[in-house]
């Protein structure tokens, strides 16, 4: 029984250890593939990030040359050319604020998600702005795409609040009707100082029975509707509100530029330089000129295969490129698409795509800035944006780092170009180089407004140092730029106050 026993101990030693040996070699060979898998997702991802640093990439020679191909398209638009990608449409303004300018006025500054409504109360020369209110109303998403009577009659009711709420500080002679500088963010064929009948929509509107309307009647008609006694005595665009309120600061500025939801510049002009102005030339010898460079193409823009689709899907495919390439409205969905094809091709968030990420504009681009400038040594805001928006609850710090170098990628390239179509406007004035002649350079300010450049820190740092660039050393020491916040809604109210059907009384 001892010798059994014995032979029997030995047996099943010896099949425990088999297994043991079996269940280890099966241990090991899970983990040489896992180790394999890992190490082939990390090749996947690295060339998806290759793929995409590439085909984002914005050298200084492009650069230069995407300005180039900017002037062009700007004197195409000059001259009239249908074909040309840059509209540059005559504004009517030919004289920008002086700081004379007296008397209460309205500004409205619709330009996006939001709309501004806002008053001022301006003193004229030496007191300048004395008492300024705003108030700032979301529209409700339906309304972007609803009709024009529903739009605009939201807007007046709101303004028509607003107005209600005008205090001590402000005062209206009496007999007078109150006055209102309608910015209007979206491309109009401006046929006076205060009329122009829209173009197209931009910005994800797609507004039904408005295109080849006059859109100061479309409000006045909706003011009146109110039963709100107010005069709209200047159409302008975002932009060029932005360049009046930036002029009424700083004699030298010469170009604004929106860098927000979308993006826009307007800059001042030589009218003898224009050659579709067909009326007398203004006795200042200027004319503004607003660009609509959100339109402008190029073969040489960066486009890769996520701008080629993300404006497939559009609401409005084939235009507004360059708009879609560096605004906030997009910035986040590029990000967003992406990460999707690394979650695809490369099983960034492991083996199942979070379905949150294939909702088209889920990333907002203010999400995209927020990790862009975590530096926490966890990146816990990457961590906590990935778990919120894309639905990741459990991401590695490899994952956060590849997420927050995607933003970085993206950001960059918008900047870069908006710095190459600032170039662009300088080269078209000859501000960027030294005057011929010799001299002293003259001083150059440009006036910037937008959430994307105000908000993005890392966004408008680069843009900077791009210009800076650009220019060169001896240039861009004479050129600055400028945050004009809520310019745009001020300069509304200034040109209002110049265009004042009261000005000649005054």
Known sequence: MGKAAAVGTAVVVCAAVGT??????????????LEGAAAERKRKVGAVIEDVERTLSTPTALLRSI?????????????????????MLITYVDNLPTGNEQG??????????????????????GKRVIH??????????????????ELFDFIAAALSKFVETEGDDFHLPEGRQRELGFTFSFPVNQTSISSGTLIKWTKGFSISGTVGEDVVSELSKAMDRQGLDMKVTALVNDTVGTLAGGRYADNDVVAAIILGTGTNAAYVEHANTIPKWTGLLPKSGNMVINTEWGSFKSDKLPLSEFDKAMDFESLNPGEQIY????????????????????????????NVVPPKLEQPFVLRTPDMSAMHH??????????????????????????????????????????????????GILK??????????????PRTAIALDGGLYEH???????????????????????????????????????????HSQYAEVD
């Open 20 to 33: 043991a040996v079996v269940l280890a070699r099966r241990r090991r060979r899970e983990a040489e593939r």
């Open 428 to 441: 078209k004035l000859g501000r960027d180089k030294p005057p011929s002649a010799g001299g002293k350079m």
């Open 323 to 350: 708009e879609k390439m560096i605004s906030g409205m997009y910035l986040g969905e590029i990000v967003r698409r992406i990460l999707l094809k690394l979650a695809h091709d490369a099983s960034l968030f492991g």
């Open 456 to 498: 993005y820190k890392k966004f408008s740092s680069c843009l900077e140092s791009t210009l800076t660039d650009l220019l060169g050393e001896d240039v861009s020491s004479s050129v600055v730029t400028k945050l004009a916040n809520d310019g745009s809604g001020i300069g509304a109210a200034l040109l209002a106050a110049s």
């Open 374 to 423: 975590d530096s926490s040594h966890d990146l816990n805001i990457v961590g906590a944006k990935l778990k919120d928006i894309v639905g990741v609850a459990d991401t590695s710090l490899e994952v956060r780092y590849i997420a927050r170098h995607i933003c970085d990628i993206v950001a960059e390239r918008a900047a870069r170009l908006a710095a190459a179509g600032i170039f």
């Open 67 to 87: 300005a180039g191909d900017m002037v062009s398209e700007m004197e195409r638009g000059l001259r009239g050319d249908i074909h040309s990608a840059v509209k």
């Open 132 to 149: 300024q209110q705003y108030n700032e109303v979301s529209i409700p998403p339906h309304l972007m795409v609803g009709t024009s009577m």
């Open 104 to 125: 209460l006025f309205y500004a409205l500054d619709l330009g996006g998600t939001n709309f501004r409504v806002l008053r001022v109360q301006l003193g004229g020369k």
